[in-house]
């Protein structure tokens, strides 16, 4: 489980200096409504964004200052199109916004992934 002050105590060493803006990008609603829940219990957290995939968050990364990106590395959305994966979307957020923090996670039970 995330613990938000774990979070903050972590992202606050890489000299953070303010409220810490975060996109989140999950294709599970229920998991970004959890996580969403979890981050707002912290004031030094501000939640700038949510996708449900890789595409929406490019449409809107020119328009929101982000210092945190959490990822689904793995979205299910993602599998069928085979165009752009989470590691993909890594590197087009490392040069759309290089200052940004990139925290992934994903839930999967393939040892393969």
Do not use: W
Not at 41 to 66: C, N, T, Y
Not at 84 to 101: L, M, N, T, Y
């Amino acid at each position: 489980m995330l613990q938000t002050s774990a979070f903050y105590s972590h992202v606050n060493l890489i000299s953070m200096p303010g409220r810490i803006n975060v996109f989140h990008v999950e294709d599970y609603q229920i998991v970004r409504d959890g996580i969403r829940f979890l981050l707002s219990q912290d004031p030094q957290i501000r939640i700038v964004g949510e996708a449900q995939q890789g595409d929406q968050l490019f449409k809107i990364l020119h328009s929101v200052e982000i210092d945190v990106l959490l990822l689904d590395i793995y979205l299910d959305s993602m599998e069928h199109l085979q165009t752009v994966d989470g590691f993909e979307i890594c590197k087009k957020v490392q040069r759309i916004a290089p200052s940004a923090k990139i925290l992934a996670h994903s839930v999967y039970d393939d040892a393969d992934r």
